[in-house]
């Protein structure tokens, strides 16, 4: 029961520097999700998908880019790291009518800009 | 203002205690509503939802209070496991987007 699969699950980054993290989900849920948290803090919208081609800003979207080519992957690209997005990233996917639309959360990418 | 408010805590309580946590949210047109129970540098996992008619689980009981723009978590006979931090979720018109509260955190003690 893979669920929702983040990689990678640490990463060291240097300013400037530009990355992927990937996030697979094989339960055929609609909505994707990409969230950071800071230390103490609740979690942040990024960016989110209602389905395959539709992706829409949430509440702190600056410095990232998502694509959803597929119901399954929804990888969110940070474009040219800086300190301030040291943080733990969340992807999350949920059925938009299943189990009282809770959502289902990966394990998480610890990521520090140096 | 922030769209969902909770009290930080920490609440520390003793085994067997009776807790309450609240949160507000600031959207009227605010549609459903959700429990999650985040460990330690893990990742969050829905606790229960929460219905209109109040709702119960073992010794979780959720309520939600439209009027008043809150909803609560009860938990009954406290354990030691229970201790973690518990986020307030809310979902508006938009069920793509959820909002959550920075959380409260729960340490039960022996």
């Known amino acids: 029961n893979a669920g929702v699969t983040q990689t990678p699950k640490f990463q060291v980054l240097k300013t400037g520097q530009s990355m992927t993290l990937q996030c697979a989900q094989d339960?055929?849920?609609?909505?994707m999700s990409w969230y950071r948290q800071d230390p103490g803090m609740g979690l942040r919208l990024i960016h989110y998908s209602v389905g395959a081609g539709i992706t829409d800003q949430g509440e702190v979207p600056n410095g990232y880019n998502v694509s959803r080519s597929t119901t399954e992957d929804f990888p969110l690209r940070l474009l040219s790291a800086a300190p301030s997005q040291t943080s733990v990233y969340f992807c999350?996917?949920?059925?938009?009518?299943?189990?009282?639309?809770?959502?289902?959360f990966g394990q998480g990418t610890r990521l520090t800009v140096v | 203002r922030k769209e969902v408010e909770q009290d930080p805590g920490p609440f520390n309580v003793p085994e067997g205690a009776t807790v309450a946590f609240n949160c507000t949210y600031s959207?009227?047109?605010?549609?459903?509503f959700f429990w999650y129970r985040q460990d330690c540098r893990k990742e969050p996992k829905l606790l229960m939802s929460?219905?209109?008619s109040g709702n119960e689980d073992g010794r979780f009981t959720a309520q939600l209070n439209r009027a008043s723009q809150y909803i609560s978590l009860l938990i009954r006979d406290s354990k030691l496991s229970d201790s973690a931090t518990y986020l307030c979720v809310v979902k508006g018109t938009n069920a793509g987007k959820s909002t959550f509260g920075d959380g409260t955190t729960l340490t039960v003690k022996p």
């Open positions: 339960m055929n849920h609609e909505y």
């Open positions: 999350a996917s949920q059925s938009r009518t299943g189990f009282a639309g809770g959502a289902f």
């Open positions: 929460v219905y209109s």
């Open positions: 959207n009227s047109a605010s549609q459903s």
